[in-house]
């Protein structure tokens, strides 16, 4: 049997991926210190006996002895939404900057593979739309969103010296918007508070006039990419967007969230956008269609119906 971490792992994506690796027949070890996750996402995995939590803060030194025979290593750790990393801005820094150099060194040290959660954030208000991967970006290094995005794009830097250096077996994710079950309710994300606001009939809330786009990449789709990004052979040294490329202005996104919760919520503009808010947003996954043979396969309205439901649960 083989043997992953996966990092961040109590959190929304991070507790899908630890589900569907153990169904695959891997042992799992989910490390996570739950400063954003929750224990809840990984209730049912607990008594799995191929399931084990560790409750620890990826910045620490990383000593354990069921680490020695780790095969696969999925660093997923980090706040995503921007309320969670404006409001721990230095934990931010710590864990895509030191949490990443203590990743890419045990994988050096054990000899695994490891794949590198980064973001679309590392480009920034892109000037390039879609966005492939080799934009460069267009990010504020001194700005609210810059403890995530230059700490994201410190973790692509620190994960290049490593390939070169030492050779390790490394790959990078850059994650699109995704949404789906066990986004934390209060998280602040888009998905998240347009659906609750809607379930109990509040206004809903548009920062700007609605026209900035985003992309939504449900969440069994993402994690189906996440693994042929591991598992398929010859991703070493790579780069892959991960994220659906249809895109949406989030007025519509908010307007097809009213209709499917058939709600009587109401629609609020606001003057501003909020800082460095990027106006659009969204992939071109040529890459990782032809490379990796992924593309999503769920609508959004079927993503937002389920999404919906589990929020009407919890
Ligand atoms: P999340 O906040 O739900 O999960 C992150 C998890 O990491 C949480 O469980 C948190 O407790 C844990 N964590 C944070 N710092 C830690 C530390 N120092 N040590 C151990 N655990 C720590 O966020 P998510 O949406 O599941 O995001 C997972 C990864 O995907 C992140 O790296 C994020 O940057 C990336 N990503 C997500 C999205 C998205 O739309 N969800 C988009 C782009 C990138
Ligand atoms: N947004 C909004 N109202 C909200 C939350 C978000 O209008 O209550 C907007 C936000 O300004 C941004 C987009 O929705 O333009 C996506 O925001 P989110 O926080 O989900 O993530 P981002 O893509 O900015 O990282």
Not at 270 to 280: G, H, L
Request: hydrophobic share 35%; with cysteine.
């Amino acid at each position: 049997m083989q043997n992953c971490l996966v990092t961040g792992g109590a959190g929304f994506i991070g507790s899908h991926l630890c589900k569907t690796l153990l169904s695959d027949g891997y042992k799992v070890i989910c490390l996570d210190n739950l400063i954003t996750g929750s224990k809840k996402n990984i209730e049912s995995l607990l008594s799995n006996p191929n399931f084990e939590f560790l409750e620890a803060n990826v910045c620490e030194p990383i000593i354990n002895s069921s680490f020695l025979t780790l095969n696969y290593m999925f660093h997923l750790a980090s706040p995503a939404s921007p309320i969670d990393y404006q409001n721990l801005p230095e934990e931010t820094l710590l864990v895509n900057s030191q949490g990443t150099l203590n990743v890419l060194n045990l994988a050096k040290n054990i000899k695994a593979r490891v794949l590198i959660a980064s973001t679309s954030e590392i480009y920034g208000d892109p000037l390039e739309h879609p966005q492939k991967e080799d934009y460069w970006g267009n990010a504020n290094s001194f700005g609210l969103r810059s403890c995530y995005d230059e700490s994201k794009r410190f973790a692509e830097a620190a994960t290049y010296v490593f390939l070169k250096k030492y050779g390790i077996d490394a790959r990078i994710i850059r994650i699109f918007n995704t949404y789906g079950p066990n986004m934390q309710k209060d998280d602040g994300r888009v998905v998240s508070n347009f659906i609750n606001w809607a379930l109990k009939g509040e206004t809903i809330k548009i920062d700007g006039d609605g026209s900035q786009t985003r992309s939504f990449c449900y969440v069994t789709d993402l994690v189906d990419g996440i693994k042929k990004a591991m598992f398929v052979e010859g991703t070493k040294g790579e780069i892959f967007n991960l994220g659906n490329p249809e895109e949406y202005k989030i007025k519509e996104l908010a307007e097809k969230i009213i209709e499917l919760t058939n709600s009587k919520s109401k629609l609020v503009l606001s003057d501003t956008f909020r800082p460095d808010d990027p106006m659009q947003r969204c992939p071109d996954i040529t890459k990782a269609r032809d490379f990796l043979n992924w593309e999503p396969k769920v609508k959004l309205e079927e993503g937002l119906q389920k999404t919906i439901d589990y929020y009407k649960n919890v």
